[in-house]
């Protein structure tokens, strides 16, 4: 008869597998379970096909949350599917610098939303997966357009992912109208070659052609003489120069001579102005002191004293003839060289 199992011991060892498998996610999982989340969503506007929930999102290539839920909703009144992706983002992923802020991460995410313009775009992880993730970027000056704005909730607007636009490029692409076109013009090169215009056309080029490489030929020709025309003109403005610079040397050298000597002839009439005025002024006082004597004679006899008063009128006249000599000699030094003019 066997035994029967002691449920103690299998208590046990389920408490023990229950413990190994929390130790394990906290090792192997980083603590995520207990990291920080900020629940954000965004309304995408076309297809998210290739983004899965757990996929990745990145803000300037840094992976900073995850994808944690995708919908489908639709509004009878304006007929228009969306689809709102949930993404959580883990505050701790962002290493803050500088003096902390109050606010909460919710709040500076949803400050982010309203003044710096932070959009989320759908980007390819692999072309050849074909997966996609959600990338958080800044989109200074672009006004954030909100679906919904939730309280409990951040919501970032959107923008177009590239192959959206591509697609709507290739939708408004009017292939039909450019098939057309290729045909009618491979229709016109088919009818000009068909026609002969390109036959004679090639001619004609190769007639210009003809015509132009006789023309270079007469240029060529023409180079070398007109090369030694050239070299011989530049010869002869060579000698030219030669000759204006031999005739100039003297000339220049003349300059400075007669520069030299009117220098000399300067100082010399300015050495012999100095004495002439010295002599003038001592015959002036001679003059003066004779007009002294004369005038001691005053008392004499009546005929004497009228030639002695006319005497003196002479005299002063004489004086101020002299003075006036001496005034225009110091304003004029070079009239004794050149005369009164």
Sequence with gaps: MSKQANPTVIGGFVLGALTLVVIAILVFGGGALFRERVPMVTYFPGSVQGLSVGAGVQFEGVTVGRVTGIE?????????????VTYEVWPDSVR?????SDDSPAQILQRLVKERGLHARLESVS??????MIALQLVPGRPPRLIKDPEDVVEVPSIEATRDRMSEMLENLRLDDLVN?????????????GSGEMLRLIETLNATLDEARILFGD???????????MDSTLEDFSAMARAVQAGVV??????????EELA????????????????????LGEVEGAMR???????????????????????????????????YLERHPDALLRGKR
């Design 293 to 327: 004597s004369l005038g001691s004679l005053t008392g004499d006899a009546s005929g004497t004293r009228v030639r002695l008063d006319r005497f003196l009128v002479e005299a002063s006249a004489a004086a101020r003839s002299l003075r006036d000599l001496a005034d």
């Design 96 to 100: 803050v610098l500088g003096a902390e």
């Design 181 to 193: 076109e290729a045909s009618l013009t491979l229709a016109s090169v088919r009818q000009l070659i």
């Design 127 to 132: 072309f050849v997966t074909g997966q996609y």
């Design 219 to 229: 240029l060529d020709r023409e180079v070398q003489p007109l090369a030694r025309r």
């Design 250 to 259: 003297p000339v220049t050298e003349n300059i400075e001579t007669v520069t």
């Design 72 to 84: 489908l909703s639709f509004s009878p009144d304006t007929g228009i599917f969306s689809v709102p």
């Design 264 to 283: 000399l002839l300067v100082r010399r009439v300015d050495e012999q102005v100095v004495p002439l005025s010295g002599a003038t002024l001592t015959a």
